[in-house]
């Protein structure tokens, strides 16, 4: 099983990643990319399945990949399935304190730039203030998803966590 996060400039590679590998693989769909396009990728004809989650993704993903799960999907056509996630479905995440990164994938290493520094992400929030009228996660377009901020507390915590595992950080990126 892959899972894949869809922004609005990777839609086509994407959608050519899954067409190319979803004969052999399971795919789970995310991202703040998806709102408006979820109808294009359930309809996507692949002999095997592709889960759409719209939403959060952490406290449905044990779920998704359990077979013996019952889960039900908000839609489904053919095999693929949309899970909508939010403020009202039991995987909607109200403290988004507990939604730690883990990046051990990273080696703790930090992400190298062009020019030689290293970067660190973040994540304070999830949902937007705001309504600019192209973007999918534009308040008005996710009116059943509050706009949620980790604790100060909980961000200074992860800021002195990647101080110390992360040597030679050339600065913290937060969003
Ligand atoms: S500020 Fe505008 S473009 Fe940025 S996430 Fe919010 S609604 Fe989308």
Do not use: W
Not at 25 to 41: P, S
Not at 108 to 129: D, F, K, P, Q
Not at 151 to 166: A, F, K, R
């Amino acid at each position: 099983m892959v899972a894949l996060n869809i922004f609005t400039v990777n839609k086509n590679e994407v959608i050519s990643i899954i067409e190319n590998f979803a004969s052999s693989i399971k795919f789970i769909i995310g991202g703040a990319g998806l709102k408006g396009i979820e109808t294009e990728i359930l309809n996507l004809n692949v002999s095997n399945s592709i889960d759409v989650v719209l939403g959060d993704g952490e406290l449905i993903i044990s779920d998704l990949l359990n077979k013996n799960t019952r889960l039900i999907p908000n839609r489904h056509i053919k095999n693929n399935r949309l899970f909508i996630i939010d403020s009202s479905s039991e995987f909607y995440n109200q403290n988004i304190d507990t939604a730690s990164i883990d990046r051990t994938i990273l080696l703790n290493n930090g992400v190298g730039l062009h020019n030689n520094l290293l970067e660190a992400c973040i994540v304070a929030t999830r949902g937007c203030i705001y309504n600019c009228a192209f973007c999918g996660s534009a308040i008005t377009r996710n009116i059943n998803v509050k706009s949620r901020r980790r604790s100060l507390n909980n961000i200074q915590q992860e800021i002195h966590q990647l101080l110390d595992e992360t040597s030679n950080l050339s600065y913290i990126m937060g969003t």
